[in-house]
């Protein structure tokens, strides 16, 4: 599945290529995806420019001059861009045409999304009730303190809550509290204000670490798998069970947190 580093660097491979450029036309070939893609959309978007092209949690938002289109890859959704008149896939549901190229949906599963809001973005139901950006300066020392107070969850599982902080999957959260030295069996709302600051800053690290490998081998085709982009680095301490730690030697533990595996070291983390 497109993790949160996967999808910003599907953006950012993107970007270049779309925004300021006008949709010439949008053809929707399967609009049964996750929800059924707006019979709407086509007409409303074309004739358009792209303005911006920006990321909230795992959603890509197109804002058009007067709209924007809300995209979301699903379990198995890619995004390229295409010549224009490049044949089509079985999969490729989906196809925007804009500048001199074609953005071409691609996506097995179909639990990926396309809709389309009038309204500001950030007030769709599926928007207005995500968690803190990890990579904004929102989530910071401070903000991450609060957060935790009061929660009695682990903060291995609190990480991965997208109610409170988007964007923190398994693979990220594991490293992110070997970086902090953060027991991930330790109640959120214990966490020190000096554990707050050192686990927001390796939550960032973590992220950017793998935003940085998905973008190395970035062309026209976007879609590299973030996760594999990530252990081209190698992990600290994901899935490494039995391995000794790369900092003490100490051998590598798991254990299942809300049905999630949980790799950590027992000495560097307390
Ligand atoms: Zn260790």
Redesign the pocket.
């Known amino acids: 599945m497109p993790e949160l580093p996967e999808v910003e660097t599907t953006r950012r491979g993107i970007e270049p290529a779309v925004r300021g450029q006008v949709i010439r036309s949008i053809l929707v070939r399967e609009p049964r995806l996750r929800w059924r893609v707006p019979r709407e959309l086509p007409e409303e978007a074309a004739g358009q420019r792209l303005r911006e092209l920006r990321r909230r949690a795992k959603y890509l938002l197109f804002d058009l001059e007067r709209g924007t289109m809300i995209l979301h890859l699903g379990m198995s959704g890619s995004l390229r861009l295409v010549a224009p008149g490049t044949h089509p896939g079985k999969h490729d549901h989906f196809d925007l045409a804009i500048g001199e190229k074609v953005l071409r949906l691609r996506d097995p599963r179909r639990f990926g999304a396309v809709l389309w809001t009038t309204q500001p973005p950030e007030e769709h139901a599926l928007i207005r009730h995500l968690g803190v950006e990890p990579l904004s300066q929102a989530l910071n020392a401070a903000r991450l303190h609060a957060l935790t107070r009061a929660s009695r969850v682990r903060i291995k599982p609190f990480l991965m809550d997208g109610r409170r902080i988007v964007g923190v999957g398994n693979i990220y959260a594991s490293e992110s509290l070997f970086l902090a030295g953060v027991d991930p069996r330790k109640a959120a709302g214990r966490l020190s204000a000096p554990q707050s600051e050192r686990l927001s800053t390796a939550i960032k690290r973590t992220l950017r670490t793998a935003i940085r490998a998905g973008g190395s081998s970035l062309r026209d085709f976007v879609g590299s798998d973030g996760a594999q982009g990530y252990f081209q680095r190698r992990a600290w301490v994901y899935d490494r069970e039995g391995q000794p730690?790369?900092?003490?030697?100490?051998a590598i533990k798991r254990i299942v947190q809300g049905q999630r595996a949980t790799y950590f070291?027992p000495?560097?983390?307390r």
Not at 245 to 250: K, L, S, V, Y
Request: aromatic residues 0%; contains cysteine.
């Open positions: 730690c790369r900092r003490c030697g100490t070291c000495s560097c983390q």
